[in-house]
């Protein structure tokens, strides 16, 4: 499930000439010019006010429109493990959240087979109440039924290793143990379309390789999984694609090697506060980038 | 060209075309119309239940009393009315057995308190969970009316006590299951606003500041330490106070427990238009914004 389909063997009808519509196999993932542009409400940067009433502050919030994500098309495959690159803020939490349903896009639309499941470990669940009524609430609320979520009990108990801690209240944790707890009652469903967050890399040695062995498993059995990541050498050891995301544009769209040397290449540039000749790096690669265009039948 | 080697692409290629099925596809995070969205909260039913239940027992442990407060709470209430309006004021001349009068408005009004208030707070107060799992978001509007419903069943089971307890003690009769009618009419008006305003709240969180003035108008103006008595002859306003839902609960509740009565027709009438307008209207409008939830604003 690892290696990439051949693309021959993937299009139903070959295409003659460029331009031409191709028909995907097995897509699970469609994401069709999808945008996202938030407004914020903000005060201007500078107060050169000093005995200005509190009312004239009021009026001067305005509104500023960010755009996060400008409209991009991507077509996800059934056993493809797609990477995401991009440095802080290039828009792939964005990306992230509008494939998950969480964010709705503000263009464009996104569709999946099946709901798509995100790992991150960004908070903890309900603080008040304690471990095991944690685990349950996550459970029911990822729609198990309570006899499903007593057989899935031993092996969340098992992969977060807070045995012994679990009657205690979630606020009691300290952040590495709640994020541990909310790892493993995320990752207790089979997912058909997984998305993993960077942050899961948290947390000590031991439970780092106990993770990683649990993310193994979900890929072999997910149909499409992406993974964000800062970390080069697991998205090249785990992704059979890889995507590149800059300032909310598509940059690259390809094979792990080819776009983490393009980027490494780019990032290293910018560290040079050469940024001249990064954004001139960037642009060239998104100039050959071919628009993917999506058409229904 | 397909998407999966679109950077190997030779450069000057236009655009790659992909033709896809739209059948098995759907909208990420779309929201399923009403009656599957009812459907779909049917099946949530151990998460709504299990949730109400965890938050009962975890709400009060940062306190030393604990969950008698559930009971300290109305009592010292109602002392302090029953100083102010009944002994200062003198507002309970008149009315027979203003004690169990006061105690029943009091315990009765602040159930619905609690219950609008924490309804409200359903979205904003749940973002972690929001965010974490995808589940009709209602159910956590219900689980926090449930919630409320349990933990303020000591406080009925006090009113009913100190209703037999204090002289002129009243006699128990079989009026008095038709309680439970009168509060499940009380819990579903409290659904529907907790409804509506969870979704006003989730998107203007200024809405609490006039929720928490809203309450406190409405306990003044439902008769909790006076009689409507004192309105007869004002048309408009004894109108006002007879389409008044809240003093609608209260003076069924007092009939049946104080008066040896059943309820006004008219007030039973009165109450169960109020709840389900509320619960089809705050239904409706919750239900709309569904898509929205898991934006912070």
């Avoid at chain 2, 009709?136 to 303020?152: C, D, H, M, Q, W």
Wanted: proline share 5%; net charge positive.
């Amino acid at each position: 499930m690892s290696e990439t389909p051949d693309t021959t063997t993937a299009q139903e009808t070959a295409a003659t000439s460029a331009g031409a519509p191709v028909i995907l196999r097995d897509p699970l993932v469609v994401i069709d010019r999808a945008g996202l542009t938030y407004t914020v409400r903000t005060r201007p940067p500078s107060d050169e006010s000093t005995g200005m009433r509190w009312t004239g502050r009021v009026q001067r919030m305005r509104t500023t429109s960010v755009e996060a994500l400008k409209p991009l098309s991507l077509v996800v495959r059934q056993g493809e493990s797609v990477g995401i690159v991009g440095t802080n803020g290039s828009g792939k939490s964005s990306l992230m959240n509008l494939i998950t349903g969480r964010l709705r896009p503000t263009t464009g639309i996104i569709h999946a087979t099946s709901t798509p499941i995100m790992l991150g470990v960004n908070a903890a669940l309900v603080r008040t109440v304690s471990g095991d009524d944690n685990i349950t609430l996550g459970c029911l609320a990822m729609g198990m039924t309570p006899a499903q979520v007593e057989a899935k009990r031993p092996s969340i108990v098992e992969l977060c290793g807070l045995k012994g801690k679990l009657h205690l209240p979630l606020k009691s944790y300290s952040s590495g143990m709640a994020s541990r707890l909310q790892f493993a009652i995320a990752t207790s469903i089979d997912p058909e379309i997984l998305i993993i967050d960077e942050a899961l890399n948290t947390g000590d040695a031991q439970f780092r390789s106990r993770t990683q062995a649990r993310i193994d498993e979900l890929r072999q059995q997910a149909g499409c999984v992406f993974l964000v990541s800062h970390s080069l050498g697991t998205i090249k050891n785990m992704c059979t694609r890889v995507i590149w995301i800059e300032q909310g544009e598509l940059i690259m769209d390809g094979e792990p090697d080819t776009v983490t040397a393009h980027y490494r290449k780019y990032t290293k540039l910018k560290s040079e506060k050469n940024y001249k000749k990064a954004a001139a790096h960037r642009r060239s690669l998104q100039a050959s980038l071919a628009p993917l265009t999506i058409a229904w039948r | 060209m397909s998407v999966q080697d679109s950077d190997s692409a030779p450069a000057g290629t236009d655009s790659d075309v992909v033709l896809i099925d739209k059948r098995p596809f759907v909208r990420v995070g779309a929201r399923p119309n009403i009656f599957r969205y009812i459907g779909q909260m049917w099946s949530y039913r151990h998460f709504i239940l299990f949730d109400a239940r965890a938050r009962v027992a975890g709400s009060a442990a940062n306190d030393a009393l604990g969950r008698l407060w559930m009971l300290l709470n109305p009592i010292l209430n109602g002392a302090t009315y029953f100083l102010v309006f009944g002994v200062l004021l003198g507002t309970g001349r008149g009315i027979e057995n203003f004690l169990g009068y006061l105690i029943i408005g009091v315990f009765m009004f602040r159930y619905t308190t609690s219950s609008v208030t924490a309804g409200s707070k359903a979205i904003v107060g749940n973002r972690p969970v929001i965010r974490a799992f995808s589940f009709p978001r209602a159910t956590l509007a219900v689980a926090t009316n449930v919630r409320e419903l349990i933990s303020n069943i000591p406080t009925f089971l006090m009113m009913f006590v100190l209703v037999l307890a204090i002289p002129p003690s009243e006699p128990i009769t079989w009026a008095w299951l038709l309680f439970v009618p009168a509060l499940a009419l009380n819990f579903i008006m409290n659904l529907g606003l907790g409804l509506f305003l969870a979704r006003l709240v989730a998107r203007w969180n200024d809405v609490t500041h006039l929720i928490a003035f809203g309450t406190r108008a409405w306990l003044y103006l439902s008769c909790v330490f006076f009689s409507a008595d004192r309105f007869a002859g004002n048309e408009p306003l004894t109108a006002l106070m007879n389409a008044n839902p809240m003093f609608c609960v209260l003076d069924i509740v007092r009939d049946i427990l104080l008066y040896g009565g059943m309820g006004d027709p008219a007030r039973w009438l009165v109450l169960g238009a109020w709840a389900l307008g509320a619960l089809v209207i705050g239904g409706l409008v919750f239900w709309q914004a569904e898509e929205s939830y898991g934006r912070e604003q």
